[in-house]
């Protein structure tokens, strides 16, 4: 009988913190565009970029389910999970780029200069884990680091009007009208970096959230990339946070 009792007691105390737990908890839904941009950072630019001739975003979705966990009146920790998509279009005067380009189908070191163009498309499964703070009934903050494994990638673009020198800056030097490439394979397969964002409440369980996301790791792995730069992700956000419990 005593067994008996302490069972039913243990289960009666699960379910009591299970519910308190599940008190405390908040769920919702966010969705956004990202702008930005993958490219050599941080800033000032490398040496080899003489100008940004030009860039273009496109349309860049963002769409997560997150869960938050009062821990106190005003702090919280969570996390969320969801897919984002970080792309751009660039058109650079570059000189010197360290690059590996196909010659007679083998791969070759080379540096190029001239005018660079690239197109870079990429979609991320994304999990920031963040601590969230209530400034205000209205106006909140969170900062942490995200975690993403890459989906699909997509690197293209092509060398114009300029000159290639092969192997070392005393190699032959080949001129190059437009020559195309396609990196899409060189990749790594996660990314990891800080997320923050600003949320402030519209009407009822609707924010708007103002967000940044700073990748820290190279996108492209070591063994492959094409070119001898490190690249980033570094994209803000705009969207919608709505809550459902």
Do not use: W
Not at 31 to 47: K, M, Q, S, Y
Not at 117 to 123: C, V
Not at 132 to 146: E, H, M
């Amino acid at each position: 009988m005593k067994f008996i009792l302490l069972i039913c007691g243990l289960l009666f105390s699960a379910a009591s913190f299970g519910q308190q737990f599940f008190e405390q908890v908040h769920f919702g839904i966010s969705v956004g565009n990202n702008l930005g941009v993958t490219a050599p950072f941080p800033f000032p630019l490398p040496e080899q970029i003489r100008e940004v001739k030009s860039y273009k975003t496109r349309f860049n979705p963002t769409a997560h389910l997150y869960a938050d966990y009062a821990i106190s009146e005003k702090i919280s920790v969570g996390l969320a999970v969801g897919y984002e998509r970080k792309s751009a279009l660039l058109s650079q005067g570059v000189q010197y780029l360290p690059i590996t380009t196909e010659i007679n189908s083998q791969p070759t070191k080379a540096f190029f200069t001239g005018d660079n163009s690239l197109d870079i498309d990429l979609g991320y499964l994304t999990v920031p884990i963040y601590l969230k703070y209530q400034f205000s009934p209205a106006f909140s903050g969170r900062f942490g680091p995200y975690l993403a494994t890459l989906l699909s990638s997509k690197f293209t673009g092509s060398l114009n009007n300029g000159t290639l020198i092969l192997g070392t800056f005393a190699g032959p030097e080949i001129a190059i009208d437009s020559q195309e490439f396609d990196n899409s394979e060189t990749f790594r397969s996660f990314d990891f970096g800080l997320s923050g964002a600003l949320a402030y409440r519209i009407k009822g369980a609707l924010k708007l959230q103002l967000g940044l996301n700073y990748g820290l790791l190279p996108v492209f792995a070591p063994e492959v990339r094409a070119v001898e730069l490190n690249f980033y992700n570094v994209y803000s956000t705009i969207g919608f946070q709505y809550s459902l419990k």
